[in-house]
């Protein structure tokens, strides 16, 4: 069973910087996405990142290029969003994802991915 679970969420200032993690497990292939997403109150899910195993490709929504960075530990089966400069906007409960049999480039559609972690709130309050 493929399981994954986020941390790092919490309460910062605008301009401030987190970084979440995701640790997931029971993924017994080569080929598959992770992806971050978010959901605001009274707002629909939505793609945040998300990268590609087996080429490393990494795709972002154009609200958090250049802010955030979406990357991975191979050898701990965890992937990281780097955040920075957060701003109010970023407010969230934040999920990680994964698609598999997924080869190429990710998807950033919400639907393709099979499982979901828990999710993590980001709150972005001065």
């Known amino acids: 069973q493929v399981q994954l679970v986020e941390s790092g969420g919490g309460l910062v200032h605008p301009g401030g910087t987190l970084r979440l993690s995701c640790i997931f497990s029971?993924?017994?292939?080569?080929?598959?996405?992770i992806g971050w997403f978010r959901q605001a109150p009274g707002k629909e899910r939505e793609a945040v990142a998300c990268?590609?195993?087996?080429?490393?490709?990494?795709y972002y929504t154009d609200s958090v290029k250049g802010r955030f960075t979406i990357s991975r530990d191979s050898a701990r089966s965890t992937v990281y969003l780097q955040m920075d400069g957060l701003n109010t906007t970023d407010t969230a409960v934040y999920y990680c994802a994964a698609e598999l049999h997924r080869v190429g480039r990710c998807t950033m559609v919400t639907g393709s991915y099979d499982y979901w972690g828990q999710g993590v709130q980001v709150t972005v309050s001065s």
């Open positions: 990268f590609t195993a087996d080429n490393d490709n990494t």
């Open positions: 029971g993924i017994r292939m080569p080929y598959y996405a």
